[in-house]
């Protein structure tokens, strides 16, 4: 009789857990239960003014090799698309700033175009030119990006490029992400040179930066790789509209009830977030739910807007515009997503995606769309001269959606790994809750928690 393997969880985790346990495994009877009527989770394209538009991700990182992997192996990479722009704003004193060049997730190696940039000031340029000549001042311990950042390079740096950039991808505060998670690169820079700036030009001249785009998406929306993914799970029950209630120790194996019954497994990988994780797993192991319970997690709100091309001033010429906390707007970012996606506009429209919400502030989650849409859309003809009306627009709510990882999140996730070895053995976790937020990161997890179920599945 084959193993039989859950998966709870249909966003990308999920999938891309299934996908590789049938592709390793063909002869598992494998079931994916998924609490909403559609797959995909945070991962969402429906139609805006006639195109395809993302709703959440509009790209990933092509950086790392995981998810470019994920394409060729479905076959789908003559979908795959690239930004026309990579050239980007950061919102000083209520002024749109050009990114200068030179910069490694906001840290910048080369200070003439930083000078002149105007995002910050001469002297707090100054300031982070001593990070060249100071010597190693770690305090030790788990570090936040804001705190290597300040420390190294003063606090102007930190507000008006670092956090930006990193807090929005994030949704963020960088004074309380994770130093060694969020921004291994930085981290490896600061801790194998004594100047953190001469660390990230160490691995600029070692080549660690490829050529060729930063980003891929897809000519129509990322919600191309889920029905790609989809489309590979021939066999897979899939269930959706059924929520798991309970996980519970069986021997051997582990029970799963849902609001349909109850069924019991040999191995169920968890892909679910971990605030949705957590009660599914109280009764069995108190003490992993409680950890799971406490990750702490922000909401954020997308509203995609759409403009005649004439009705705005600005050239829209680049990505966006990043907006810092100290700004004090309602907007954290502003991407242009008909310069950075030609084909979802024309030459008379253009689009906007507009982003609101980060860690510890919810303001948005708590406004009517009316009035949300009306606030961002002021702020917007602040920024970019916008004189006429809207042609249409959409919010996209995403409650609880970025996990934030706090200084040893690490530590904190091999705990709750530990817990549920002892209290749930074949239960797997998996997703952005854990070890890596974006595409890339979820799809490399997916990959290792496949290899550690087809490893407890062999053990007699």
Same mark, same amino acid.
């Given at each position: ?39 995909? !989770?945070?991962?969402? =394209? ?8 993302? @709703? &959440? ?19 789908? =990479? ?9 050239? *980007? ?9 050009? /990114? ?14 930083? /000078? ?12 982070? !030119? ?9 305090? &030790? ?100 509209? +059924? ?14 009830? +849902?609001?349909? &019954? ?25 003490? $992993? ?14 509203? =995609? ?19 810092? $906390? ?5 907007? +954290? ?11 979802? $506009? ?34 917007? *003809? ?25 200084? &040893? ?5 091999? @705990?709750?790994?530990?817990? /549920?070895?002892?209290?749930?053995? !074949? ?18 997890? *997916?990959?290792?928690?496949? =290899? ?9």
């Amino acid at each position: 009789m084959s193993s039989r393997v859950a998966v709870v969880g249909g966003g990308l985790a999920g999938l891309v857990t299934a996908f590789r346990l049938r592709d390793a495994r063909p002869d598992l009877a494998i079931s994916l239960y998924e609490s909403s009527s559609t797959l995909g !989770g945070k991962i969402r =394209t429906t139609p805006f003014m006639g195109r395809q538009v993302d @709703e &959440g991700p509009d790209a990933f990182l092509t950086r790392v090799p995981w998810a470019v992997d994920l394409t060729r192996e479905l076959g789908i =990479t003559d979908r795959v698309v690239s930004p026309s722009t990579g050239s *980007a704003y950061v919102v000083v004193k209520g002024r749109m700033r050009r /990114l200068p060049e030179g910069l490694a997730l906001g840290v910048p190696v080369r200070f003439w175009p930083l /000078l002149t940039s105007g995002i910050v000031s001469p002297p707090a340029a100054l300031r982070a !030119g001593l990070d060249l000549v100071r010597g190693d001042d770690w305090p &030790g311990g788990d570090e936040s990006v804001g705190g290597l950042i300040r420390r190294r390079l003063g606090p102007q740096i930190h507000e008006r490029l670092v956090d930006p950039l990193i807090g929005s991808i994030y949704a963020g505060r960088t004074e309380h992400l994770d130093l060694q998670l969020i921004a291994p690169q930085l981290e490896t820079a600061a801790r194998r040179n004594r100047s953190l700036i001469r660390g990230l030009r160490a691995q600029r001249r070692a080549g660690s930066t490829a050529d060729g785009p930063i980003f891929h998406g897809f000519r129509n929306g990322m919600a191309q790789l889920v029905d790609a993914l989809v489309s590979r799970l021939r066999g897979v029950e899939i269930r959706t509209g +059924t929520r798991v209630e309970t996980l519970r120790r069986a021997h051997p194996g582990v029970e799963l009830t +849902t609001t349909d &019954g109850t069924d019991t497994f040999d191995a169920v990988v968890l892909a679910a977030p971990a605030h949705a994780a957590s009660p599914m797993v109280a009764g069995a192991s108190p003490a $992993a739910s409680e950890l799971m319970g406490g990750i702490p997690f922000a909401s954020v709100t997308l509203v =995609t807007m759409g403009l005649r091309r004439s009705d705005v001033g600005h050239r829209l010429d680049g990505s966006g515009a990043l907006i810092p $906390a100290q700004e004090g707007w309602l907007s +954290t970012a502003a991407s242009w997503g008909s310069s950075k996606w030609p084909h979802w $506009a024309d030459d008379d429209r253009v689009v906007l995606r507009v982003s609101s919400g980060r860690d510890g502030d919810d303001r948005a989650m708590g406004l009517d769309d009316d009035v949300l849409v009306d606030f961002l859309l002021q702020e917007m *003809a602040t920024l970019l001269d916008i004189r006429g009306e809207l042609l249409e627009w959409r919010v996209s709510r995403w409650p609880r959606s970025f996990a934030q990882y706090r200084p &040893g999140h690490g530590r904190l996730v091999t @705990e709750i790994e530990a817990q /549920l070895r002892r209290d749930l053995p !074949g239960l797997f976790v998996t997703g952005a809750s854990y070890r890596g937020i974006g595409i890339p990161a979820v799809v490399r997890q *997916a990959g290792e928690t496949t =290899t550690a179920v087809l490893d407890h599945l062999r053990v007699p």
